[in-house]
């Protein structure tokens, strides 16, 4: 099984070499970003994966994008010797820089064989009926609606607040809707 991996850097010809390199070496490259906006967008699609990025990116640093991740994703962070000894995550993986890459192929294998076993120990993921589709969507609409949110914030926000909460997006977006019309 394939591994989804979206890479992220301000320059796309950075994003660009790594994921020939990366290709190269087996590996599919579901997106290449240079803004972090952009790579949730992909991210939203996909089951899990694994986001490779560097310290910045066009529109938010490492540990903001990181924030926003779903479960079942992972990050590698590349970044200078300095930026890996200081993250805010620990639990984030940092390659420090110049990189090797065997030590980025090799990495990336054990990432996306840990999430391939975590996957068959937790099961699959829920798929999500037409009502709780709708739902989250209504919610979504009321969000732009009232706090004059894009659509990709209003998402962002909802999944950000089922995380925070322990909860179902579609309960999430359930209790949105039930605080906003009262």
């Known amino acids: 099984m394939t591994m ?28 290449v970003c240079t803004a972090g906006a952009k790579a949730l967008q992909y991210i939203d699609s ?14 938010m640093v ?15 962070l590349v970044a200078s010797a300095e930026h890996c000894g ?5 639990e984030i993986v940092c390659l420090p820089m110049p990189l090797r890459i065997h030590e980025l192929i090799q ?8 999430i391939l076993r975590r996957k068959k120990r937790f099961g699959r993921k829920k798929e999500r009926t037409k009502e709780e589709e709708e739902i989250i969507c209504a919610a979504k609409a ?3 609606e009232k706090n004059h949110m894009k659509e990709e914030e209003a ?3 909802l999944q950000k607040r089922s995380m925070d ?10 209790m949105i809707i039930c605080l906003i019309k009262g």
């Open 142 to 144: 009321l969000l732009m």
């Open 165 to 174: 909460n322990g909860t179902s997006l579609a309960e999430t977006a359930q």
């Open 46 to 59: 996909l089951s899990e994966g694994i986001v490779v990025c560097g310290y910045r990116c066009l529109d």
């Open 155 to 157: 998402h962002r926000y």
């Open 4 to 31: 989804n991996i979206i890479l992220v850097f301000p320059k796309i010809e950075n994003g660009s070499r790594m994921k020939n390199i990366l290709q190269q070496n087996g590996f599919t490259v579901s997106a």
């Open 62 to 76: 490492y540990f903001e994008l990181y924030e926003y991740l779903p479960p079942g994703f992972e990050m590698l």
């Open 86 to 90: 200081s993250r805010e995550y620990q």
């Open 107 to 114: 990495t990336l294998h054990v990432m996306s064989d840990e």
